[in-house]
């Protein structure tokens, strides 16, 4: 995840009996969307029950991207399409970067991933990063006293894990964690 990344996040409600469409209408959004540069996902969240309000994640590479497709005609088009079937007008929220992993989120999820899911994942992306970190930059690290030794070793994982690993391991593992 880049630190220019944008999130934007959208509630809104369906009409009554329009779910199905809306639903429809959201995802035919997300594949005219994917032709924009920098343009990177979405994803449809429904409410967690009838009635409630939809979220929708979108992430863009930078603000100029979301910039450029809040102004298309194409975005202008679906929004015309999406208010026949929705209530209201959507309510925005916006997240930068390593924002998103921090920020208290609104999202309702319907099931959070077992703790047993998070920790294997996590596993699996600090033992490999703290072997290689270990056999390639601790015999680097052989004359520095042993705490800053640590100190860096751990700095390199922490950052490794925010900006590599862990963005890549959760969008691989991402339906098994959430099945």
């Not at 409600?13 to 997300?30: G, H, I, N, S």
């Not at 959507?90 to 930068?96: C, K, Q, T």
């Not at 596993?123 to 030794?149: D, H």
Request: proline letters at 9%.
């Amino acid at each position: 995840m880049s630190e220019q990344s944008v999130f934007r996040i959208v509630s809104r409600r369906a009409r009554p009996a329009c779910e199905a469409a809306y639903e429809a209408l959201v995802k035919a959004m997300f594949d005219e969307a994917r032709r924009f540069p920098g343009y990177l996902s979405a994803e449809l969240i429904p409410p967690p029950r009838p009635g409630g309000e939809y979220q929708i994640v979108q992430r863009f590479a930078t603000q100029a991207d979301l910039d450029r497709w809040n102004a298309s005609p194409e975005r202008l088009d679906w929004m015309e399409k999406l208010s026949t079937v929705a209530d209201g007008a959507p309510e925005y929220r916006l997240l930068h970067g390593l924002d998103a992993w921090f920020a208290p989120t609104s999202l309702p999820v319907a099931k959070t991933p077992p703790r047993w899911r998070l920790t294997l994942v996590s596993w699996l992306g600090i033992y490999p990063t703290v072997a290689v970190l270990l056999i390639f930059v601790g015999p680097l690290l052989e004359g520095l006293p042993q705490l800053l030794r640590i100190a860096v070793i751990t700095a390199l994982v922490a950052v490794l894990m925010s900006y590599v690993i862990m963005p890549r391991l959760t969008r691989w593992l991402g339906a098994w964690l959430r099945r």
